[in-house]
């Protein structure tokens, strides 16, 4: 008997432990946070700028590649990149010593043809004398034998005192002759000795020109950006040496898609942001390219820009084109909750509890963004304050 009371008593006990785990715990309702102090704002369309970004590069507008018009060692190198370089300063010198050796040769040509110059004109002048004395004597000969003629006819002298004279005029004639052709010949020594300086004058500045060649000098003021040699090796011909870019005037070269182009024109008027300085410049469209890139279909468009900071080739940069006026919804950047990755809003229902909503943002427009997706027009969203604010809180 006892040991059905215990074991109905054991029981019991474990139907109330059964009936007590059973019963569900009562739940308590939590009333939200309430957020004081944010700022609300009605989601609307406005009209922003409709706007087309090209992405692109900073060039100089002018760059020079110097190189060797000639074979050398370089001597002296004056500059390094980094530096900055005026027009008309020199910058390599090249072992030329070939170019000395052939001026030399040249002076020395133009010092033997102004003393074959000089021998030609003395001796023309001899010539020009004897000439003068050949003629005189010519005509003092050709007077003798008209008075001998006149003689012989009258028989007061003899034929062989007549012939005697005549031979005498013949040789005269003869003499006056020679000088003449004398002169001629001078005179064409004279006129080839001229020819001669002129060459050899020509050859010195062909030679002083070579010589030249050893200096290498810049033809534009502005920055060394690349070396390409160093002190002893040897220069060629074409090879590249330095690269010198105008610091002055850049250009920004933006690629723009081949659907794009026909709305782009010379003397656009465009914004373009460089990140590197963190700054936005008013710029114009200098020159857009006729071919396109046959691998990206994009067509080169450059822009000339100028700003206080200084710039360097290669830095990246946007250009915006404004094309008119479009209806878009934008928020204040101070909106903008980020959650990692991700962005979002805070977006308030009819009982004012504030929900972070995902959205998808596009271009900037000052001091607001455009919403391309997550928000719609009326809207409630915290604009102020969201620093505040978490998923389910209530704002007041």
Request: glycine share 8%; hydrophobic share 40%; aromatic share 2%.
């Given at each position: 008997m006892k040991t059905k009371l215990a074991l109905f008593a054991v029981i019991v006990s474990l139907a109330m432990i059964v009936s007590a785990c059973g019963k569900k715990p009562q739940t308590t309702v939590e009333t939200p946070l309430v957020v004081t102090g944010v700022q609300l704002e009605t989601v609307?369309?406005?009209?922003?700028?409709?706007?087309?970004?090209?992405?692109?590069?900073?060039?100089?507008?002018?760059?020079?590649?110097?190189?060797?018009?000639?074979?050398?060692?370089v001597m002296a190198l004056r500059v390094r990149e980094g530096d900055r370089v005026k027009v008309g300063q020199t910058l390599i010198e090249?072992?030329?010593?070939e170019a000395a050796a052939q001026l030399q040769k040249a002076q020395a040509g133009l010092r033997q043809a102004e003393q074959a110059v000089a021998e030609a004109e003395q001796a023309s002048n001899a010539a020009l004398s004897a000439k003068a004395a050949a003629e005189a004597s010519k005509r003092l000969a050709a007077a003798t034998l008209a008075r001998y003629q006149t003689l012989l006819e009258r028989k007061s002298v003899s034929p062989q005192e007549f012939d005697e004279v005549k031979a005498k005029a013949q040789v005269a004639?003869?003499?006056a002759d020679r000088a003449t052709k004398m002169l001629e010949v001078l005179a064409a020594?004279?006129?080839q000795g001229q020819a001669q300086m002129d060459q050899a004058k020509a050859d010195i500045a062909s030679a002083q020109v070579f010589a030249g060649y050893a200096r290498v000098v810049t033809p534009i003021s502005g920055i060394v950006?690349?070396?390409?040699?160093?002190?002893?090796?040897?220069?060629?011909?074409?090879?590249?040496?330095?690269t010198i870019e105008d610091a002055a005037h850049y250009r920004l070269e933006a690629a723009v898609e081949e659907s794009q182009i026909g709305k782009i024109h010379l003397k656009d008027r465009a914004r373009v942001?460089?990140?590197?300085?963190?700054?936005?410049l008013e710029s114009t469209v200098?020159?857009?390219l006729p071919a396109a890139d046959p691998m990206s279909r994009s067509y080169t468009v450059k822009l000339d820009i100028s700003s206080s900071q200084p710039l360097r080739s290669g830095l990246y940069g946007t250009a915006q084109f404004v094309r008119g006026q479009r209806q878009a919804i934008t928020v204040t950047t101070s909106a903008i909750a980020q959650r990692g990755q991700l962005t979002g809003v805070f977006v308030l229902d009819g009982a004012n509890i504030a929900r972070l909503r995902l959205i998808k943002t596009g271009k900037s427009f000052g001091d607001r963004i455009e919403v391309l997706s997550g928000l719609n027009e009326g809207e409630r969203i915290a604009v102020d304050g969201i620093a505040k604010l978490n998923d389910g809180v209530k704002v007041q």
């Open positions: 609307a369309a406005s009209s922003v700028n409709d706007v087309y970004e090209a992405t692109g590069t900073v060039r100089a507008k002018t760059s020079t590649i110097l190189s060797s018009k000639i074979m050398g060692v090249i072992d030329n010593r004639e003869a003499e020594k004279k006129k950006t690349a070396k390409q040699i160093e002190v002893g090796a040897t220069a060629t011909p074409g090879a590249p040496l330095l942001k460089i990140d590197a300085i963190g700054e936005e200098a020159e857009i």
